[in-house]
């Protein structure tokens, strides 16, 4: 399985390795998209990580076990939170009103302070997340100061689920949870992730390979 990315959208794509220099359709734009060779995947991200996850993936092991191949790799969307952007924005709107309107600089740099920081911590939040599909492992990296790892071996994964709202529809964001049994809890989830339908098809031909 050849692992790239949609040259139009970025959503995550997977073709059998017989169809290099060949087209296949995007599943998320339908965009034909020109089928890479498997030794010309090198993108400069991969590069760099891949010394690094070869020693977090394998463990101990670091030498005896071949590393690990990241197949793609994404923070949350900011779409994710685009209500807490809109309350954030409205905020900042009202913070201004205040200190030049009314004019009550106090109160209008007290609700800019807070919309600010509100903007500041969900960014934060993101950034401190990261997902991982290596050809071994599904991945949920957390934490600022302790990166908290939590792993799935995609071996043992049963089942793959995606959660969209209406919202999500629209922008084209959801969350995709992992479980190694087909019962309803996920024991990985991921949240607000960008083109969730195409990865999740990526991961079931990644599992099924
Ligand atoms: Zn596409």
Redesign the pocket.
Known sequence: MIYYG?P??Q?PMASPDGMAGQSDT?P??G?VALVPEPASINPPVQAELSSRTAIEVSGQSASSQPPARILWEGVPSWKGSISLYILCGLLLFIGLIMCFVLPDIGSGMFVMAASSLGILLSEIGRRCTRYRVTDQMIQKKTGIFSRHLTEIPVAHLREVRMQQDIMGRLLDVGGLGFSTSASSNMEIVWRSIEHPQALQKMIWKLIRN
Do not use: I
């Open positions: 949609c139009r959208c959503a995007c998320n734009c965009n």
